[in-house]
């Protein structure tokens, strides 16, 4: 049954939270501190889950970072529907859900080049940099080095259906 209502964010000491002693999911030093720089760059956008009793459903990562950055409390929200067995079974599924989608790699080198001349820290995506983890995406670069210049990207609107040239936005 799909909730028409959802449920409200909810701050919660780190100390009361409770990691789930079976979640599959690692998480490296490395990614905890990726965690941590994004978190410290953009906020914390991405509420931990957590079921009644302060358990965390989905968060771990998150919620590392947040000691690491030497924060006491954290956004939570609370999923107490979830049955024992959701709950167990959406530790696994908020993990691989994410790990199935896949990249538009054109528009992802394009992306990430823009970020790049604007000087925007790369790293902070989780990627190491443009030219070292996206070579293996095929370059339309023309000569100059510029892709602006190439035919256009054209993409639909999944909204409206409006065409537009994606190498233009």
Known sequence: MIKDNFPPYKEASLDSLIPYARNSRTHSDEQVAQIAASIREFGFTNPVLVDADGGIIAGHGRVMAARKLGMTKVPVIEL??????????YVIADNKLALNAGWDEELLRLELEDLAADGF???LTGFDSVPAEVEFLPSDENEHGRLDELDPMMVSCPHCGKEFDARQT
Do not use: F, K, S, V
Not at 80 to 89: P, S, V, Y
């Open 121 to 123: 820290d790369i790293t």
């Open 80 to 89: 107490g529907h979830l049955t024992e067995t959701q709950r167990r079974a």
